[in-house]
Structures are given as C-alpha cells and as structure tokens.
C-alpha cells in the first residue's frame, strides 16, 4: 500500500464521523458529502505539500477542517439572505424499522428533525459552538481556533444556543415501543377520520412543518396548536387512505414513509414527548424525494 492509499485508508476510517458533523451542521446529506470531500481534498493537497506527516491528530484536524468548511457554508446562506427555517425542512435520513443492531446503534445518536429545525435557526457560530461541544464533545480550546475566538467566547456562544435548543424543544420519549403506539394511533385515527381519536394524541402545542418544495411560494407551512394540526385531519385522511403507508425510523425516531403505485410521496416525522406528538414534520418534495437514500443510517 502506498503513502497515498494509506492515507486515504485513515480518512475512510474518520469518514462516518465527518459526515455526522457535517449533517448537524448544515441540515443537508448534499452539502454534508461536499464539505467531507473539501476534507479530503485538503489532506490531499497537505500530503503533497510534506505536511500530513505533522499531523499528529488526524481525526481531530479533520473535524477542524470539516468545522470550518460548513462555517463558511452556513455564513454564505446568511450573506444570500436565505432563511432556511422558512426555506426548506432538512434533509431526513430513513432506515427501516427493524434496522440490524449495528444501524440501531447508530441511530440512538441520531438527531430528530425537531432540533435540526431549531439548529437551523441559530446564527452559524452558535450552531458550531453547540454542535461540537454539546453533540460531539469537543472541548471549547478546540473550538476556539474554529471560531477565532476564546474559549471563553466559543462557551458562551454554546451556552447561548443550548438555551434556545431547550427552550424550543421538549426531551422526546426516547422509547421506540412507546413512540411508534403513538404514531400508530395517529395513523389510526387518519384512517378512519376520527377526529377525537387524533385530537388525544396531540399535544396542545403541536407543530407541523410540510415542505412541499417549490410548489409552496412561501417555502415550509408552518402550523401551531392542536386546533389548527387537528383541522387537517381530512389530508391526514387522504394520505393514509390512498397510499401505501409503512413505518420506519426518520432521523432516529418513529416515523411513516408513504408510496402511492410504488413511488414516494411523503416521509413524516413524529417527535413524541409525555405520549403526544409535538411536532410533525412532512415532507413531500419530489425533487428532493427523488434524490434521498433511504438506507443511510450514518447521518
């Protein structure tokens, strides 16, 4: 094996982990795969420049890099004046249900939708900050280089977006068992357009985002409340009634994944918290639906 392969060998090794940043990061497989090979692309070139040999620690120095490379990312959206939150929900990773021990275990570190709509909302410093340290575990002198700041700085900006983090998302159920009965009375209830039945299991709180792509001129709907959520009990009605319905497991949690002739329409996403459902996410663009893997547990 040569120089070049070994080193190749060693970011494979680092790869999945580099991915998984890059994902809480930027709320899309897309641009995650892209700032994981501007990652390689500059191992590469400080291979061929003699200065991989002082790389003492390369996972480290390659989550720097991917750090900075989705900062940079993130600072761009903002300079375009993009509003992801308002824009587009993030890319959902789908496995199935009864996904083998090794993707379970995976997926008891995933993150929900919910909180990748929240992080989406953070100014781009606060997001690493958190990202890193509260997701990852990296300590604040690390950070602190990324961000061109101080430790001191880099702690205040996590702690800055960690309270909005708690104060827009309530702790899930982390049960599986528990969460999939409630989605099944939901889905029970949207069958049968029962809407006492659908009205127990939301929270009064209850939030639905449904991203239907570039069909929607406002970007994501958006509703609150159990009134409103309730109040579209007929759509509920029509997607469980005329599509093929199965259930699988949406950025770790329980949700449904939705075919009509063998092609798919919708993914749906329940965060579950005290037996309710307090946040739904949908989503139902074609273009974006086209392009997912919904084998990838490594997200």
Not at 194 to 208: M, Q
């Amino acid at each position: 094996m040569t120089g070049h392969d070994c080193l190749a060998h060693r970011f494979e090794e680092h790869r999945g982990h580099l991915t998984a940043v890059a994902y809480r990061m930027l709320g899309s497989s897309a641009d995650a795969d892209d700032a994981v090979q501007e990652a390689w692309l500059r191992l590469a070139r400080a291979e061929a420049d003699d200065r991989a040999a002082g790389i003492d620690n390369l996972g480290g120095w390659l989550t720097t890099v991917v750090g900075r490379v989705c900062l940079d990312v993130l600072r761009s959206r903002r300079l375009r004046r993009e509003d992801p939150l308002e824009a587009r929900l993030p890319d959902p990773v789908v496995t199935e249900e009864d996904a083998d021990p090794e993707h379970r275990a995976v997926l008891a570190d995933s993150v929900g939708l919910a909180l990748l709509v929240v992080l989406e909302s953070l100014a781009p410093a606060e997001r690493l900050a958190f990202v890193l340290h509260d997701l990852f575990g990296m300590p604040f002198e690390r950070i602190a280089p990324i961000l061109d700041r101080t430790p001191v700085a880099a702690r205040k900006l996590a702690s800055r977006a960690r309270r909005r983090v708690q104060g827009a998302t309530p702790a899930p159920n982390p049960d599986p068992a528990a969460q999939r009965r409630v989605v099944d009375a939901f889905l029970s209830a949207a069958r049968g357009g029962d809407l006492t039945a659908l009205v127990a299991v939301l929270d009064p709180d209850v939030t639905l985002r449904a991203d239907g792509g570039k069909g929607l001129p406002d970007g994501v709907k958006v509703l609150r409340g159990v009134e409103a959520v309730a109040g579209r009990l007929d759509t509920f009605h029509r997607m469980a009634t005329l599509s093929t319905t199965r259930p699988a497991r949406v950025n770790g949690t329980a949700g449904l994944v939705n075919t009509v002739d063998g092609t798919l329409v919708s993914i749906m996403s329940f965060t579950i918290a005290a037996d309710r459902i307090v946040a739904i996410d949908i989503l139902s663009d074609p273009d974006r639906l086209a392009d997912l893997d919904l084998t990838t547990p490594d997200r």
